[in-house]
């Protein structure tokens, strides 16, 4: 079982920088695909941010390409998402994850944490 635990987040002033990290347990860190998602009060559906695979391999969504960075830490089985130059539409709440199988956007990220809250002011 994969559990997901979330650190960071906050408000911050649009320009600003935040992270977002998450510690998982439970599983074969590396063989795990690892991303983030976030969601926005009233939407149903999560928007999948950044992944990222065991060999360091990123992906990210083009709203976020250019300012947010995904890393991992395969030995203390962490991952982490700078995200700089923040904007009001990144408001969200931010959900780490974790899959299985190829490792980008569209992976299948069946685990979930609860979520930090991201708030950016204008």
Not at 65 to 92: V, W, Y
Not at 97 to 115: E, P
Request: hydrophobic share 30%; proline share 2%.
């Amino acid at each position: 079982q994969v559990e997901l635990e979330e650190f960071g987040g906050g408000s911050v002033q649009a320009g600003g920088s935040l992270s977002v990290s998450c510690v998982e347990s439970g599983a074969t860190y590396s063989r795990l695909c690892m991303g983030w998602l976030r969601q926005v009060p009233g939407m149903e559906r999560h928007e999948v941010v950044a992944a990222v695979d065991s060999s360091g391999r990123t992906s990210y969504a083009s709203s976020v390409k250019g300012r947010f960075t995904i890393s991992r830490d395969n030995a203390k089985n962490t991952h982490t998402l700078q995200m700089n130059n923040l904007k009001p539409e990144d408001t969200a709440m931010y959900l780490c994850a974790a899959g299985v199988g190829y490792c980008d956007l569209g992976t299948d990220f069946s685990w979930r944490g609860q979520g930090t809250q991201v708030t950016v002011s204008s």
